[in-house]
């Protein structure tokens, strides 16, 4: 990156809602499926159809919109975007271009040790368009409407953000959220999230924009990264070397690492955008705003918030546990029986995240359940089970028998460790009592023994003695020698 | 602005339909009427009148997130001009 | 024109009831009188064998469970080429939809199908309904059965022939800016044009949809009442279908007081409105103030500035709507189409007639980028004038009283060419889609010169359907 140069970047993400019917009509919406087997009359365009818009899709705009801190439109209209293109059946898209439907709203993103704001334009509701496949045939194009009429949210946002890496950290927050509102599964692989990056570049200190282009179709954070670097890099040298950078779409080519123009400018787009007479205004009321609001689920910034904060974990742990809803989730309601935050993030992260993943469970139908390791975690707490017994012993007798409580079967193994004084004493004494001559040379200044004599106490012992205790009184016995 | 071939041309583009020459005479003379009609228009004044898009004035009514009854493929390219395996079928899209 | 010889559906019940006609004799009677009028070119496919069939199977039900028997028993209707029925073929007179099949029927007629009406065919029309003689059709022209000689207007023109050449009872059309009033002034019939979203759209072929209604061409009002009053309601698939309460129209409860009718001297005492046309429009208001009603005229400052805003907004929304012929998933795909561009223009432009196109450009023109606000936006701060100023005249009236037509129907390869006369034709008829409100267009007797058919149009508020009517049902009844 040339010094002195910013790199401002706006996005539009296109989110791929998880209802179960299309935007406009009630095709199945779900992913996948035969080609054409997930469309009717009116996702395929035919004559004498007309939209119905789907209560679910609102719904989510507005549990976008109020997670994103937007301001809800009570009343959004939707317009016709026209334009010719296979997959577009009725040769325009329902989306919204003057009224949307949620406005302004920002999203925090972590970038090293800081947070940033990214302030949200607006959020709004379009239909997406059908499939074309364009490598089965040698000179045909083959078109799949299934795809049709799936609901989207677009959330546009200012261009608030400077690099790829926080396009990255924005993209991955916004997944994140997406997923905590049980929206959208956000899987850029699969498609149901894409967005388009608009880039520009200015001198630092410069407060106007520079000219921007659209970097369209980006399907990974990947290529995400690389066509930003590289677009950035070759409007710098455009402006360094005294040229304008010219307005364009832009495609961007895996292969070669660079980004050409999509259209040239005669072909530019005319929208001939309008409002759809098929659709009146949709008019929301505070009812129904107030009824999404009550039954949002917490934030992952406020869930990874409270586990930094009121928690204590890492950032690194509490960024984990804070990933997918379930395991957050989950993870609060284990703390509310236990005040070892700590020790239940370890547990949490090294025992049961491995086992969800292999087995693509819900945490909550683990073999141990809550109680039981709650149970865990104290005797450990309490010093009454070493750490390594717990999880190396206890653990798998545990996954064996799940109903037992882990105390019982603990004392049934012989696990539990005592700081009883006396039972610890009587062993020192026996140490001390078997190695005379140690004892003396300890006397004499060697006092490197004292761990021998912590092994034949913790032998003695049969790990039963609890360490912490062991060791204090081991001391106080020695420097009263 | 300027009412010429090459606006018919955008036209054509835009619209994808291709006029022979009489049907672009008598399409720069509608679009010149247009533009009478517009003048028209324009002698009204409408400072502060805010558009009517919807004569009923109601809002949109929602429909319930379910599943209703759907096209087999075969309803769905039973009058497509060109199939393949249950996809329609166009020559070959150049651009991306 | 012979009389005909079932004048109303409850003059077709009634014979039904005593036994002296079955549902097959009727449909036969339909079917002759189809085969006699071929040279009109009304029907562009007749369901003969479907027709028969429904017929036997209602004249069972007749004599096994004849309370099962729907409402609309009797009725035997055509449709026009826009109105969708599932399996049956479409193509808004076209050939860019030549061999088309809807998956689904149109909501309008499964209703009427459910009170047991019978659809004996599809009728011609001007092509995606644009025009207004019924000459822009792939089938060639309707002919009007006064003059055959003479178009029936359009672009529901072969609806209201088939209704007035005794081929059927009634007949649906649509209205977009006149096209079931136009042609049913033309041929001396009623023609109805509900309110805009009293009857469900899901399946009538798009042109403009802030103006579209489906409508009915019939004999008499209390036909088109019943018709109205089982098509009429919400529907699940058209957002833009109005909930307002669907009254029993077919009660044709007459006037309870005197009724306030305007008219516009604007229009009526325009120099150029054929004398005609004019002293038949006196005569009626005449009959009308005889009756009891008051009849006043009222300024209407806006009247000229309806045809832009029409145009605008309707050419518009065409353009829009017609997008998705495009020879990809149904009709017509150029055989010349060698690439994704090529088959779109190619099949476009071969596909759609003259008419269509020029629209279609027309519409792409006036929402292009650059034009959207001095046009379109412009048309819309109009429409919004008109309407409120309807609203006002309608507080202090109960009708409006306007022709339907400026003339009488003209000859087949002529086309109107003097402005005046295009301009009072389309102001007498769009109004009422820019608007929004019902409007019907009454027979009121044939010209005093050529002896052919003159229409006059009432409009009433929207959702006033019962009030107007019980008022045309009534004034045409008097002597």
Not at chain 1, 60 to 85: E, M, P, Q, W
Not at chain 1, 336 to 343: C, L
Not at chain 3, 139 to 148: H, I, L
Request: charged share 20%; glycine share 6%.
């Amino acid at each position: 990156m040339v010094q002195g140069y910013e790199t401002v970047i706006g996005l539009e993400v296109h989110l791929q809602l998880n209802t179960r019917s299309k935007a406009f009509c009630a095709d199945d919406a779900s992913f996948g499926g035969a080609p054409n087997t997930r469309v009717s009359a009116i996702s395929l365009g035919h004559p004498g159809t007309l939209p119905m818009p789907n209560r679910a899709h609102v719904a989510y705009a507005v549990r976008l919109g109020l997670a994103l801190g937007c301001h809800i439109n009570l009343v959004s209209t939707f317009d016709r975007k026209n334009y010719f293109y296979a997959d577009l059946p009725k040769g325009y898209q329902i989306t919204q271009d003057k009224q949307p439907i949620c406005s302004g709203g920002a999203l925090d993103i972590r970038i090293g040790s800081g947070v940033r704001k990214v302030r949200i334009h607006h959020i709004h509701i379009e239909e997406d368009a059908g499939k074309s496949i364009h490598d089965q045939l040698p000179d045909a194009s083959l078109i799949d409407l299934n795809r049709a009429g799936v609901p989207l949210l677009e959330i546009v946002t200012e261009p608030d953000l400077r690099s790829a890496e926080e396009v990255d950290a924005f993209m991955s927050a916004m997944r994140r959220l997406a997923r905590y509102l049980d929206i959208s599964d956000g899987n850029m692989e699969q498609g149901s999230m894409r967005c388009d990056v608009n880039v520009s570049v200015r001198r630092r200190g410069q407060h106007t924009y520079g000219t921007r282009c659209e970097i369209k179709n980006l399907n990974s954070m990947r290529f995400a990264r690389r066509a930003i670097e590289y677009e950035a890099g070759r409007q710098i040298a455009l402006v360094e070397s005294g040229q304008v950078v010219e307005q364009n779409t832009l495609h961007f080519d895996p292969q070669t690492g660079t980004t050409s123009p999509l259209r040239s400018k005669e072909e530019a787009h005319d929208y001939r955008y309008f409002p759809d007479p098929d659709l009146p205004p949709l008019v929301l009321d505070t009812a129904f705003i107030e009824s999404i609001r009550s039954q949002m689920p917490p934030l992952p910034e406020e869930v990874y918030r409270r586990f930094t904060e009121e928690y204590g974990l890492s950032n690194y742990d509490a960024a984990l546990l804070a990933e997918e809803k379930s395991v957050a989730l989950y993870f609060i309601e284990l703390c509310q029986h236990t005040p070892h935050t700590k020790a239940a993030a370890n547990l949490v992260i090294n025992k049961l995240l491995p086992w969800r993943d292999e087995n693509q469970a819900d945490l909550h139908s683990f073999p141990i359940g809550l109680p039981a390791l709650t149970e865990l975690l104290q005797l450990i707490a309490d010093n009454q089970i070493s750490n390594s017994a717990a999880y190396q012993r206890l653990w798998p007798a545990l996954l064996v028998e799940p109903g037992q409580s882990p105390a019982a079967l603990a004392q049934s193994m012989d696990l539990l460790q005592t700081s009883d004084a006396e039972f610890i004493i009587a062993l020192i004494d026996q140490v001390l009592a078997a190695h005379p001559g140690k004892v003396s040379e300890f006397r004499k200044g060697k006092k490197g023994l004292q761990g021998f004599f912590m092994g034949e106490l913790m032998r003695l012992s049969q790990g039963k003695a609890d360490p912490k205790t062991a060791t204090a009184m081991l001391l106080q016995k020695l420097q009263a020698l | 602005m300027q009412i010429d071939e090459a606006l018919i041309f955008r036209l054509e583009q835009l619209t994808r339909l291709e006029l022979d020459d009489a049907e672009r005479q008598e399409l720069l003379h509608d679009l010149n009427h247009i533009l009478e009609l517009v003048e028209q228009m324009n002698s009204l004044d409408t400072t502060d009148v805010a558009p009517l898009a919807y004569v009923n004035a109601a809002s949109t009514p929602l429909r319930n997130d379910v599943v209703g009854p759907q096209a087999t493929p075969e309803q769905a390219l039973r009058d497509a001009p060109r199939a393949a395996d249950n996809c329609f079928k166009v020559p070959k899209v150049i651009d991306l | 024109m012979a009389a005909p010889k079932y004048r109303s559906l409850a003059y077709v019940q009634q014979l039904l009831r005593s036994g002296s006609l079955c549902m097959e004799q009727l449909v036969a009677h339909y079917l002759e009188q189809i085969a006699a009028t071929q040279h009109l070119n009304i029907y562009v496919e007749v369901y003969a064998e479907e027709a028969l069939a429904r017929a036997r199977a209602l004249d069972v039900r007749l004599a096994k469970a004849p309370a099962s028997l729907g409402r609309l028993w009797g009725m035997v209707t055509g449709i026009k080429d826009v109105i969708c029925y599932q399996d049956h073929e479409i193509t808004a007179a076209s050939h860019i939809l030549k061999g088309f099949r809807p998956l689904f029927s149109a909501t309008a007629l499964e209703r009427l199908l459910a009170e047991d009406a019978i659809v004996i065919g599809r009728v011609n029309c001007d092509e995606f309904a644009m025009g207004s003689s019924n000459e822009n059709s792939c089938y060639g022209p309707t002919r009007n059965a006064a003059d055959p000689e003479r178009v029936p207007g359009g672009s529901s023109g072969a609806s209201a022939v088939a209704v007035q050449a005794n081929t059927c009872l009634t007949a649906l059309g649509s209205d977009t800016g006149g096209s079931v009033r136009q042609p049913a002034a033309f041929c001396g019939v009623v023609g109805l044009k509900p309110s805009y979203g009293r009857i469900s759209r899901h399946g009538l072929i798009a042109y403009g949809s802030s103006l579209d209604q489906i409508g009915i061409l019939s004999h008499n009002v209390a036909d088109a009442a019943l018709m109205l009053e089982v098509m009429a309601g919400p529907d699940g698939f058209d957002a833009t279908a109005s909930s307002v309460p669907v009254d029993a129209y077919s009660a044709l409860l007459a006037p309870d007081r005197p009724m306030r009718v305007a008219w516009f001297r604007e229009v009526l005492e325009h120099p150029s409105l054929d004398e005609g046309v004019r002293s038949l429009c006196f005569d009626f208001i005449k009959r009308m103030e005889q009756a009891g009603h008051t009849v006043q005229a009222v300024p209407f400052e806006y009247l000229d500035y309806t045809i832009p805003a029409y145009y605008v907004l309707a050419t518009a929304e065409a353009s829009s709507n017609l997008s998705r012929y495009d020879g990809i998933r149904f009709g017509y795909r150029s055989p010349s189409a060698y690439d994704l561009q090529s088959t779109y223009k190619r099949s476009r432009t071969e596909g759609f007639g003259k008419e269509v196109k020029r629209r279609i450009m027309l519409g792409a023109f006036v929402l292009s980028a650059g034009y959207y606000d001095a046009y379109y936006a412009k048309a819309q701060q109009i429409r919004r004038l008109i309407h409120d100023r309807f609203k006002a005249i309608f507080q202090e009236f109960d009708f409006v009283l306007m022709p339907a037509a400026p003339g009488v129907a003209w000859r087949l390869g002529e086309k109107i060419t003097d402005p005046v006369e295009m301009y009072l034709a389309d102001v007498f008829t769009v109004t009422a889609n820019l608007v929004g409100i019902p409007a019907i267009a009454l027979p009121v007797g044939v010209h005093p010169d050529s002896g052919l058919p003159v229409g006059l149009q009432l409009m009433a508020d929207a959702f006033q359907e019962k009030a107007l009517l019980g008022f045309a049902h009534h004034l045409l009844a008097q002597p």
